[in-house]
Structures are given as structure tokens and as C-alpha cells.
């Protein structure tokens, strides 16, 4: 039992009741190993370089954290398994929280999807515009890790998700924190309505595009991108690119994003991730919308059909590409690993557009023209 986060320069600490003593230390790490024919060694210079690789987070975003105690992550915690894990969802039950997946998902959403945020995305936003003060449209809060990181920058959030249970974390959550954020229940089908004639700095969708039917993922990206004025930033953070060679995401399998639905539908059953490779068999209406649900890749090209073309986008950053660029480390261990060889693959053989666009995960701040 951990009753206090501190954030430290290249990871944190969580602080135990006896002494206060720390008695975990997670370092900031990045999707993506190093591997070539001698993984082993690539793998073992990369554990010894974990502390210069890890981005260095200016002091003015820093020293805006927010420090709770042991009521706060209890009172974070309950919330959580009353109502995000309380939903009648197969993965979700009893077994699930219990297993090794269960306690990791829950030690996520408690407290490390708050310190990856503050660690990579917020400084990686700030260095475009500066978050004090900007109007925020955040689609896809979910149990509110992502608010709390925006909020306690100074940012106005308005904070939307579609479904009641992770909204009601996400409030319990800034009230914890001592912040406040507009939250809403809605599809991102519906925000241009709702927000008919606001103004907003930034509109981001969180982890969320993935988990939309293709019919929402066009009339969400067309009509939030028809909201901004020009100047204005429209994102998408952290959602998986179809053209990626492997599924982190959802199968773990390789190739699954290049599947078309019918056919990975069928074809999740070889998935080694327990609780999704034996949930589809009979093909409905209702089932194929819940595997939809479970998340799917999206590309450029769902951009030049909501947009415009890829090429004539004005793409400010890109999450990867901006660490890349801020550590020397990174750009000399870069070409080793295997996710840069197939983005180098990706750029020989595509159009002419954006590097972004070919990274495994889709991490892009366009500004409106």
C-alpha cells in the first residue's frame, strides 16, 4: 500500500505508510524497444540509458503538480471500483480485477496515467501553445487522469466523455485535486452542437478515435475540425495507426490493424490477450459494435476525407518525433530500434507527407489555417 506520489526529475516515487519510505520507483519509459540481432545487449544498454533517455520536464510545468495523500488516492481508488469498474462489462468482473491485467489496469487509471501524461504529453502541448489559460476542448476524458494534468496548468477545461461512470471518477478525481473542469456526457458525434459557437485553443481527443465506428470517427473529425477557427489546435493523442505493423493495442497480434473488421472479427480468437480472443464468435449487430468498440486503428487517410490532404496539413508536432528531437540520446539509439526501421520503410514507400503519420501511434497537433 502506497499513500503519497511524489514526481522526481526521470520517474517517481510512491511513498509507503511505515516512515514514509518510498517503496516503488517507476522510471518515464516509451513505448518501443531496441532490438536487432543482439536484442539481449540493445535491451541492456537501454535499461542502463533509461535516466538520460527520459525527457526532461521544464520547471514552469513542474512546479504546477498537484501532491495528494492517502485519502486523496483512496477516495480515487473507491471511485474507480464503484463505478468505472462497477459497469457490466466481461472484462471488468470480479476475475479480471484480480488477475495481473486487473491490478495493473486499476494502478493505471489511480495514478500512472496521470504521471505519463505530465511527463511527456503536457510538456510536448505546452512547447506549441501554452496550456495557462488556453480554452480546452477535451473529448474523451475518460476517468479524468488527462483533466487533472491540463487543469492543474492553468488550463479551461471542458472535459467530454460518453460514458456517466468515468465522468463520475473523473469529477471525483478533480475534486481530489482541488480543480475544476465543465464535464459532459455526449458522443463526440454531438460536440459541434452542444458547443455551437464557442471558442476553443485546443480540441483533443484523448485515446478515443480507436473506439468509434467509422461513421462517428468522420462526422467527430469533420465537424470538430469545421469548429476551429484559424490559429486554433486540433489533436489526436495516443491512438494506434493502422498502418502499424503490430496491434499493441487491443490484439497484440501482428498485422491485426491491416484486417479488414469482418475478418479480424473472425480472426480474434488466435489473440493471446485473455478476456478479448474468446469474445467473438457469433457475428451480430451487437457484437461486431462491442468488437468495433474495443478499438481499431485509424490513418492519414481518414484526415484527407474530414480534412484536407495530408500534404497540405499544417502539422505543428508530432509527440514522438518532439522527444526525439529534445534528447541526443534518443536520436543516436533511434535507428536501432525495430518501430524506426519500419517507420523509415513507411516514409520510402508512402506519399510525401508528415513523418507523424507513420509512427505506431498517432500523436499530431494540426493548427487550422
Known sequence: MFDRISTGKYGYFLYGTQNHEP????????QGGYMNSSG???KSVRNLAKPLLAHKIPLSISRRFLNIDKDGLDQIRASLLNNYYSQEDKWFDAAYLSSAEGKSDLEKHLHLRLVKFRDT???????????NGSKILEIGCG?????????????IVTAVDILEPSLVVAKDRCDVYGLSADFHCANATEVHKIFKGHHFDYILFFANLEHMTHDERMIA?????????PGSLWCV?????RLWYEDSHTSQLPFYHWLPDDLAFAYSRFSPRKGFSDLYRDFTADSKLDF???GRGVSYHEFELTMKRAEELDIISSLPLFLRDHNLLRKVLGPLRADSRFESFLVRSGPKIHRGFYQRNLDLIIRKG
Open 23 to 30: 517503496l516503488k520507483w517507476y522510471s518515464r519509459r516509451h
Open 221 to 229: 473529425m469533420k465537424n470538430t475540425w469545421d469548429m476551429l477557427s
Open 40 to 42: 539481449e545487449i540493445f
Open 237 to 241: 493523442i495516443e491512438t494506434p495507426n
Open 121 to 131: 504529453i503536457i510538456p510536448w502541448l505546452n512547447d506549441t501553445r501554452s496550456l
Open 292 to 294: 468495433l468498440r474495443r
Open 143 to 155: 476517468t479524468g487522469c488527462s483533466t487533472v494534468a491540463l487543469a492543474e496548468q492553468g488550463a
